[in-house]
């Protein structure tokens, strides 16, 4: 199988699918000729052009709309945000436009149009580029919100929301694009709305997705030599949550620690602790505990960054807790 | 975050506590299980030991304060950690406790120490469980409330159940639904290898039960008196006592030893009034009022129709003794099958006793007077002493009840009996 990094297996799936379907095209800032701000859309303008690897002016509301109009004309739109940290500008199409016509148009018209770009924050770039935007569009009805950790995630869920008749918010991470993994060749799909077991275990149960997969499975190592065997659950898709896999998991674990990069108020990780306390209330041997991003704008200064962010250590102590060590 | 230490419930009836004496101070290192301080409660004085690790912040309720259960009386934390002002101060006697602490809005969420717990009420004895743990007890069969806990504020959770064992050793995990308890027909003889049998109620039973209480009250007592002569008793205890021992054998002693060896033979007076059953003891475990000042308790002889009277004599001055001096432990006056209160040597010829429930009986012995009686034929001078019986009608009949005092009479009237 060949090794890719997340963001050749990104590349991957957009050309596969445009080779497979001509009314899938690429819009956004720098697609075209520079290839991607993050070089997921390396070749593709060679390969099919300015009709369908489309650049764009600074203007996230236009672009977000002219993709939502595409969509609705039968197209299949990727829209790229330079990263969700920009789309904020455009959350009115996504809400308003995107996530609401299937509804409003009793059913007859649908957006087919897949929004993606990286999320959460890389290093030290301030508050204002340093978010965690899932929950945001998880809460709205209408919109799907899927996040791979791997490469293989990523290619394969990426295509699942290209085919994907209603609107995706496909959210990357900037940190996880240069990391590597076996990707499948060819047709990978991996269907919306499974979650995956990443790391099988009795002990305890970890929730998380995106970039606290690789602190919970680093986490998980560390239990390891602890003598506790944790279970790394990563939700791959947000919305709709996979609820049969996490409390599948935690009817074996009888505890729960749930991971996400976000702020914790009205966080995915409180969905997630909602799903579980009232469908396995009676498994629980110990309150679901959360490990999220400090409740602050994300501190520029390092150190300040490295606290507030969630951490195999922050993970491995709250481990401790649900298991009253 | 720091841990609240909460006055605990100490004795089965503890409503409140007075902090007698701190035994770490504020800034001592704390390990689990280490005494932190010396509690009185409403039966004895007590340690109060910690449940967490760490190092002692803040003692919030001084030396000689009395404060309810439930409430908090110190923090443990780590060393040089900040106290909160809510938790530092306001935790007098009867403060209310705090529902939860205001986190700084810079704290990530949960990750690091136990969040502050919502306190009970004080005064409530809630048994706290993980709801796994409670699923599993109710599979087993396991009592709750006899199992501690280990988890944070005495929450019992999985572990705990691990070494606990089914409420009637025995009885496998019976499957859901099936019937809880062993039916006895006839209430298992003592001396059978399960300490006790539950017996449902019979619709007979429920009836007696339900029109009795509405009679005189929730014990719906009635009382029953015999005389006994004592002469063979004191004959016996002369004899003892010239042997010379190093026990002085009492009068008292050999009633223990009687009742005990009666209850025996009388099971149906030997039980618990459960509410929706009847628990039948093959033990015979004898509460032995003693006054103290201020109030009574009521020690233990456990399985006292196994022991010498030496054995009993040695026991029953042991426990009177420190029963007086307040050193007793919570199980050394809980658990009695049955109660004894002797106000012979007061000079009362009789009284009625008030049961402890939820024990059945309880037996009120008098004073040994000597009167004049038929004996052989003519009037003599015997010593003889005034027995009676309060019985909670819902476990004893009045010809249960009394049956067994003809067993005691005779027991007592020729003491052979009890060697038998």
């Given amino acids: ?325 | 975050m720091a841990t609240q230490v909460v006055m605990e419930a100490l004795s089965p009836t503890m409503e409140e506590g007075r902090l007698v004496e701190w035994k770490k101070q504020e800034g001592d290192p704390v390990a689990v299980g280490d005494v932190l301080a010396e509690v009185e409660t409403d039966k004895a004085v007590m340690e109060l030991v910690a449940r967490v690790s760490g190092v002692l912040l803040r003692q919030t309720v001084p030396a000689g304060q009395t404060v309810p259960v439930s409430s908090p009386i110190a923090l443990i934390g780590q060393p040089g950690e900040a106290v909160p002002a809510a938790q530092g101060n306001g935790a007098g006697a009867g403060a209310p406790a705090p529902t939860a602490t205001a986190k700084p809005a810079a704290t990530p969420a949960p990750p690091s120490g136990p969040a502050a717990p919502a306190q009970e009420p004080a005064g409530t004895t809630r048994v706290k469980a993980s709801p796994l743990a409670r699923k599993i007890a109710q599979e087993r069969g396991l009592d709750l409330r006899a199992i501690p806990g280990s988890g944070p504020e005495g929450r019992i959770v999985l572990r705990d159940l691990e070494a606990a064992r089914p409420a009637r050793p025995g009885a496998a995990a019976p499957a859901p639904g099936a019937a809880l308890r062993p039916i006895a027909a006839v209430p298992a003889r003592p001396g059978a290898t399960q300490p006790f049998a539950d017996a449902p109620l019979s619709q007979m039973r429920k009836t007696i039960a339900r029109r009795l209480v509405q009679s005189i009250g929730p014990v719906p007592t009635f009382y029953l008196t015999t005389e006994v002569d004592m002469e063979r008793v004191s004959e016996a205890r002369e004899a003892m006592l010239a042997a010379g021992s190093e026990v002085k054998v009492s009068f008292n002693d050999i009633i223990i030893k009687a009742v005990a060896t009666a209850l025996r033979e009388h099971p149906a007076c030997n039980a618990w009034w459960q509410d929706d059953h009847i628990r039948y003891w093959n033990e015979v475990h004898i509460g032995m009022a003693v006054a103290i000042e201020d109030g009574l308790i009521t020690p233990v002889i456990r399985h006292a129709d196994r022991k010498t009277l030496r054995e009993i004599g040695a026991e029953a001055r042991d426990l009177a003794g420190r029963a007086r001096d307040r050193r007793l432990a919570a199980e050394e006056y809980t658990g009695a099958t049955f109660s004894i209160s002797n106000l012979g040597m007061l000079d009362i010829d009789e009284f009625t006793a008030v049961i402890n429930p939820p024990e059945a009986g309880i037996l009120a012995v008098g004073r040994i007077v000597r009167k004049p009686v038929e004996h052989g034929g003519a009037i003599v001078l015997r010593g003889r002493m005034r027995l009676t019986m309060s019985c909670d009608h819902r476990v004893i009949d009045g010809a249960t009840g009394a049956r067994f005092l003809q067993t005691l009479k005779g027991m007592l009237e020729n003491p052979l009996a009890l060697v038998w």
Wanted: aromatic share 6%; with cysteine; glycine share 10%.
């Fill in chain 1, 1 to 325: 199988m060949p090794v890719l990094t997340y963001r050749d297996a990104l590349n991957s799936a957009l050309r596969e699918e445009m080779r497979r379907d001509d009314t899938v095209f690429l819009m956004g800032e720098e697609v075209g000729v520079y290839q991607g701000a993050y070089k997921v859309s390396r070749g593709l303008l060679d390969e099919f052009g300015p009709m369908r690897v489309v650049d764009t002016p600074i203007t996230e509301l236009g672009f977000a709309g002219l993709g939502v109009g595409a969509a609705m004309t039968g197209l299949r739109p990727v829209i790229e945000f330079m990263t969700w940290n920009f789309a904020l500008l455009a959350i009115d199409q996504l809400v308003n436009s995107a996530a609401k016509m299937r509804y409003m148009s009793g059913g007859q018209i649908g957006v087919p149009a897949v929004f993606r770009g990286p999320g959460g924050a890389a290093l030290q770039l301030g508050a204002q580029h340093s978010q965690a935007f899932e929950s945001y569009y998880a809460h709205i009805p209408g919109l799907k919100v899927v996040m791979p950790a791997t490469p293989a995630d990523a290619k394969g869920l990426l295509k699942s929301a290209i085919r994907d008749d209603d609107p995706v918010v496909f959210i990357e991470g900037e940190m996880l694009y240069n990391q590597k993994g076996e990707v499948p060749d060819g047709e990978h799909v991996v269907p919306l709305g499974l979650a995956d077991v990443k790391r099988p275990g009795t002990d305890v149960t970890i929730v998380c997705h995106s970039k606290t997969v690789s602190a919970a499975l680093k986490a998980a190592e560390q239990l390891a030599a602890e003598g506790v065997d944790a279970e790394v659950v990563d939700l791959r898709t947000i919305r709709p949550l996979d609820a049969a896999t996490v409390l599948a998991s935690v009817a074996k674990t009888h505890r729960c620690v749930v991971a996400e990069e976000g702020w914790p108020f009205a966080g995915v990780g409180a969905q997630v602790v909602d799903v579980v306390q009232r469908n396995a209330f009676d498994e629980l041997d110990a309150p679901v505990l959360r490990v999220t991003g400090a409740d602050v704008p994300m501190p520029y200064n390092r150190h300040l960054e490295k606290a507030a962010k969630v951490d195999a250590g922050k993970l491995v102590d709250a481990v401790g807790q649900v298991l009253y060590r």
